[in-house]
């Protein structure tokens, strides 16, 4: 049967129009007259995905057809951002879908505001999965982005008396259109049960019989390149029960008992954890991790290679590619499924895993780093814990060869731990068996060899790489900020959308002080956006005429947030002690977004902290409006792509040596927004590039805060020494933002006081200097205007097309398939 190729609907508007109208009346089944605005959403993106599906079953076809060596991203976390600009943009649709939803009487923007953005990460390493899987598109490397369909995703977060509160995030209650359910695909994954030993031929064989199975059925979602024709898959698995409800039971009138194994199986893809430092340890937490990454290794085995294929090309053909240690339980999964049910000898499945996998890092924190205890672990999968034990005793073997009977180092680099109990420390074994290593920036891949896994490094030459970040410009630059996108294409042509490192060209507008004003008057404008959606989302009001002064990460105590705080506090103690003129201060607003892991008390006390000093500080009549504190409640990809545009200055003041990276950052100076921030994670790059006249350094650096840490911190000595300092804190002590209740903040108090890890106080006299520079900087808009112009001009660097190009080349090895 000669079935002619997909072509899609013709790229026109009345084309348009009739593919939505099809869809309104065939997939929606309503007419337009009585269609709901989600009807009419979910018709406009239906419309959409039609266009898109040609290409992505012509690129299956040709991924299958060429056989060329691709990425397998393995991520537990996918913090993708609403998905119908992208794709409209991708597929060259945004006018003419605009055009035609007007021709049916619909405002495109309203159909706009009604998608929800699946929230299936928590921060940093989710959402720069979102940007690779774009890049990799973008420039044609084939490849499929594996991860788990959670049902509800991060959560939404709301404030009560300025306390954050969790709220379920039912991401798919109203449908999701942009997703392809293939349960015909789906996966058998086993869990408990035990290991048998048996002789095959003479052979010593090891099986696992599971105790219970889960089925992973996958959704495909369109990763669509721009403007190159070109559509990846993002694979994410769903959790479906084996066996339905057991009708037996349910006919014996005990119905909960009868839906128990359904619902304990279904609760594998329920939710994201979201904790973004500290793990868990929790069960279900390791069951989500195995069942999507067995799934993924199994049905690439499956459905990529041909069924002739000969395991021993695996390396030619795929590299795994572990974002950070949640899904490096696929090496001893790749092990098991090559000499358990392969039939494969153990050192030629050892030698293909090691270099099928590889692994990043995005973390430097201690007790961020993944240890599962091996009782857990030998309950769940007990013939993987059985792998893991043989890779490490051949491992130390080795080590021991090397180093001889170095027990200390022997112990220090096992990939079992005995303390504080007998677990797998993950990173341990994602090293062992990644053929490389990198960390997220410079600076974090050199503090990984040095200070985290400098046995390893020193065990393994040349195994230790770096790829510094990147964001995706579509999204970030292009999409979340078309007046400058515009300028840019005015002044560059379009080239730089895939060629980032164009924007160097700005660097002769940043003289040309008609460009300037052009460029000041979209930063305006950004403003003037912001200020109104934050009026309609949450019924704030910009003063205008500010700087914006933002901070927008998760809320963690490496990052600072309290620093940030104290700053605020000092301005407005000068005032309100009479000390400061009103009229002498700059006049800013500080705008917050931060969601807390829900068992992180400290991090909520300072939300409920940052709050409360905005309440009273918003009120005060005698800071004359000068200063204004602002914490939309729920920050995400949504709300970032409204704030980063509208914003001056970019907070990036977290402790020397312990943010990997950062990306905000980049996305901050892509947007033009100056930088305040600490020699730490990628700030050093971005310092680097578009130099010290264009960023506000302060602070300690990572061997200045070690160096302070082993001769003993006393942060109590930093509050006795500096007036300003005791001044604050002594605000915030005094109960002046929690209506005179002294105990409600005495928590922060304290810990700033008498432990501070993060060397809060240690740095403030640096940070409260450096924001002087700042006011003083922005009194001369001009100036400032240059400095932000040549800030997005030298950041071309940070394109996650530039990142994907480094991990092609250090890394990978896989060319793009054109
Ligand atoms: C198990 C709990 C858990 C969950 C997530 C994580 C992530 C690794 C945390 C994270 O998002 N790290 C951030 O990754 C970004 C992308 O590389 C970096 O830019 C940030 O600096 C880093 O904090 C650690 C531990």
């Not at 939803?101 to 998608?115: S, T, V, W």
């Not at 050892?350 to 091996?374: D, G, K, N």
Request: aromatic fraction near 10%.
């Amino acid at each position: 049967l000669a079935v002619a190729p997909v072509t899609g609907p013709p790229s026109s508007v009345d084309g348009f129009v009739r593919e939505f109208l099809n869809n309104l009346n065939y997939e929606q089944g309503v007419a337009l007259s009585s269609s709901s605005p989600n009807d009419r959403y979910l018709a406009l993106a239906y419309t959409v995905r039609d266009y898109l599906m040609a290409r992505w079953l012509e690129d299956q076809r040709r991924q299958r057809e060429v056989q060329a060596k691709g990425v397998c991203y393995l991520s537990a976390e996918y913090l993708l951002g609403r998905q119908l600009d992208n794709n409209l943009l991708a597929a060259r649709l945004t006018d003419i879908a605009t055009e035609a939803m007007a021709a049916c009487g619909i405002d495109i923007d309203d159909l706009r505001q009604l998608e929800v953005e699946p929230g299936l990460g928590n921060g940093g390493l989710g959402r720069l999965a979102a940007c690779f899987i774009d890049s990799l598109a973008t420039m044609s490397v084939p490849s499929t982005g594996y991860g788990l369909r959670y049902e509800y995703g991060i959560f939404r977060q709301t404030f009560v008396d300025g306390e954050q509160i969790e709220q379920p995030d039912a991401w798919l209650t109203l449908g999701s259109p942009w997703e392809f359910p293939h349960p015909e695909a789906a996966q058998t994954i086993g869990f408990g049960g035990y290991t048998e030993k048996y002789d095959d031929e003479g052979v010593a064989r090891s099986r696992w019989v599971p105790g219970w199975t889960v089925q992973a059925v996958p959704y495909n979602y369109m990763v669509p390149g721009y403007h190159n024709g070109r559509v990846n898959t993002l694979r994410l698995w769903s959790a479906v029960a084996s066996s339905a409800f057991d009708l037996r039971i349910f006919n014996a009138g005990d119905y909960a008992e009868a839906v128990r194994a359904q619902t304990f199986a279904e609760n594998i893809s329920k939710v994201l954890y979201p904790e973004d430092s500290t793990p868990q340890g929790k069960e279900l937490r390791l069951q989500q991790q195995y069942f999507f990454v067995a799934a993924s290794i199994h049905d690439f085995l499956e459905h990529s290679l041909s069924p002739d294929f000969d395991l021993a090309n695996l390396p030619d053909r795929v590299i795994f590619q572990l974002n950070d240690t949640h899904p490096v339980i696929a090496v001893p999964e790749l092990m098991r499924v090559l000499v358990d049910e392969k039939g494969m000898k153990w050192d030629a499945a050892w030698a293909i895993t090691q270099q099928c996998f590889a692994y990043t890092c995005h973390t430097l924190l201690p007790e961020a780093l993944e240890m599962w205890s091996v009782d857990l672990l030998g309950r769940l999968l007990p013939r993987h814990l059985e792998i893991i034990y043989r890779i490490n005793d051949e491992f130390l073997a080795a080590v021991r060869e090397r180093f001889g009977d170095d027990e200390m180092r022997i112990r220090n680099m096992s990939i079992i731990a005995d303390f504080p109990e007998r677990s797998v420390r993950m990173a341990f074994l994602a090293t062992v068996a990644g053929a490389k290593v990198n960390g997220v920036a410079e600076l974090h891949s050199q503090l990984l060899r040095e200070k985290v896994l400098p046995d390893f490094d020193e065990f393994y030459p040349g195994k230790f790489t770096n790829v510094t970040n990147g964001v995706t410009p579509r999204r970030f630059v292009r999409l979340a900020n078309p007046g400058l996108a515009s300028l840019i294409t005015e002044a560059l042509g379009a080239g730089w959308t895939v060629d980032l490192e164009r924007l160097r060209g700005l660097e002769a507008f940043a003289e040309d002080p008609e460009f300037r004003a052009k460029f000041a008057e979209v930063k305006a404008a950004n403003k003037r956006r912001l200020s109104d959606v934050l009026r309609t989302r949450d019924g704030f009001e910009v003063s205008d005429g500010h700087m914006l002064d933002v901070m927008v990460k998760r809320l963690h105590e490496y990052k600072r947030q309290m620093l940030k705080v104290l700053h605020i506090v000092t301005l407005y103690e000068g005032i309100a002690s009479g000390r400061v003129a009103a009229a002498d201060v700059q006049p800013r607003t500080f705008i917050f977004g931060a969601k807390a892991a829900p068992g992180y008390v400290m991090a909520k006390r300072i939300i409920h902290l940052i709050n409360a000093v905005g309440s009273v500080v918003n009120a005060d009549p005698r800071v004359e409006g000068r200063l204004q504190v602002l914490f939309p409640p729920n920050y995400n990809v949504t709300l970032a792509e409204r704030v980063i545009p509208a914003a001056d200055l970019s907070e990036q003041i977290s402790l020397a040596g312990k943010e990997a990276s950062g990306t905000g950052n980049m996305k901050f100076a892509l947007s033009g927004a100056l930088t305040i921030g600490t020699d730490d994670g990628a700030n050093v790059e971005i310092r680097q590039l578009v130099g010290d006249d264009n960023f506000f350094l302060f602070g300690m650096t990572e061997p200045e805060v070690e160096a302070l840490w082993a001769k003993g911190y006393k942060p109590s000595d930093f509050y006795q020494a500096d007036e300003g300092l005791r001044r604050a804190i002594d605000l915030i002590a005094s109960g002046a933002f929690s209506g005179g209740d002294r105990s409600t903040f005495e928590p922060i108090v304290s810990n700033l006081l008498y432990d501070d890890r993060f060397m809060v106080l240690a740095d403030y006299a640096s940070y409260i200097a450096a924001q002087a520079r700042v006011d003083a900087a922005y009194a001369d808009q001009d100036a400032w205007t240059r400095s932000s112009i040549l800030n997005v001009a030298r950041s071309g660097f940070f394109s996650s097309d530039r990142s994907i190009r480094d991990y092609i080349d250090r890394i990978w090895h896989t060319p793009p398939v054109l």
